[in-house]
């Protein structure tokens, strides 16, 4: 079964244009929609979700019209939002049997076993006795992947998972997630370059509504292949040499500036060539950077 997008557009009441046109086949597997803070991740999520409309386009999750017949889809899809809410002071067991009812687990004894095995996959089995406000970020997240494997869902979406996260948990967190994602599929939508490098086998990048990349992770980096330079200099030097290259990052290395840049050829100073990595491939798309020589890709 694939998730299958096609021009899918909306613009809010204000006149931001969230999705421009948006086209995107995405298999089973994990699938990283990666994009900046405003890039119009959520909106897209929230419209696979079926949580809100859009304007234009078509969604097909296998045979199931996702704009159309939003009650089909709801059937098999798990959804943990940004914000998972939860009521205060009710233990794990109780909220996540709370849940299964409203999903429809009406017999009781396989409701029992239902959570119980969901509460045992995510880890927190020993926990279910305790309130869900009380969990740690990351326990959190972990019983909103329990709530969202409820009714065997063949569509799991993740809006900014990690966000908040410690790194054991955000590790315990990827590891879940890769076991789920083996058999159907999940989309985890997030700012973080980390989550998809560590998770996703398909990626796609989004900016400004606009899609700039789908394709492996590899395929991206493989692109950019003997056109990224790295050097490492004093704050004077990068003020100095940043109007002559094109800078894809920089960030503070014990305190002195490493600076990624694009360049087709040996850019001179003391650059040295560098494997690309997936942070390249994100901010050179986003910066709009187009290698002559690309196996292309949008
Ligand atoms: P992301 O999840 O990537 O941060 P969003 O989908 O939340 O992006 O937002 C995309 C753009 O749409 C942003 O410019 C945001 O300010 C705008 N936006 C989001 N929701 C609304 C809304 N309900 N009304 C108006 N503008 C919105």
């Known amino acids: 079964m694939q998730l299958s997008i096609k021009n899918l557009s909306k613009t809010y009441a204000n006149g931001v244009k969230a999705l421009d046109n948006i086209s995107l086949e995405i298999p089973k597997g994990m699938f990283g929609l990666l994009g900046p803070n405003g890039a119009g991740k959520s909106t897209l999520m929230r419209t696979l979700a079926t949580l809100q409309e859009a ?14 017949n939003k009650t089909a889809l709801r059937k098999v899809l798990g959804y943990l939002p940004q914000e998972f809410g939860v009521y205060p002071k009710v233990n794990a067991y109780d909220l996540l049997q709370h849940l299964a009812i409203l999903k429809g687990v009406r017999q009781k004894s396989e409701r029992k076993e239902l959570v119980n095995s969901l509460l045992e996959r995510v880890n927190l ?4 006795k305790n309130h869900v406000n009380s969990f740690s970020g990351g326990m959190r997240q972990r019983f909103g992947i329990a709530q969202a494997l409820i009714g065997s869902p063949k ?50 990048i989004i900016n400004q509504g606009k899609l700039l990349f789908n394709g492996k992770p590899s395929d991206g980096t493989d692109a950019l292949k003997g056109k990224i330079w790295e050097m490492e200099m004093e704050k ?35 650059f040295r060539e560098v494997q690309p990595n997936l942070e390249d491939v994100f901010f050179s798309k986003i910066l709009g950077i187009k290698p002559t ?5 949008v």
């Open 155 to 204: 569509l799991i979406i993740v809006d900014e998972p990690t966000a908040g996260l410690d790194p054991g948990e955000r590790n315990r967190f990827y590891n879940l997630l890769s076991e789920i994602g083996e058999q159907i599929i999940v989309i985890l939508s997030t700012h973080i370059v980390e989550d998809v490098k560590e998770l996703c086998n398909n990626m796609a």
């Open 125 to 128: 089995f020993e926990h279910r």
């Open 236 to 270: 004077s030097k990068l003020l100095e040499i940043q109007s002559q290259v094109q800078i894809i990052s920089k960030k503070l290395v014990a305190g002195r500036p490493l600076v990624h840049i694009y360049s087709e050829e040996h850019p001179g100073f003391d």
């Open 293 to 297: 020589r690309s196996s292309q890709l």
């Open 55 to 68: 304007d234009q386009g078509a969604v097909k999750l296998g045979s199931i019209d996702v704009l159309e």
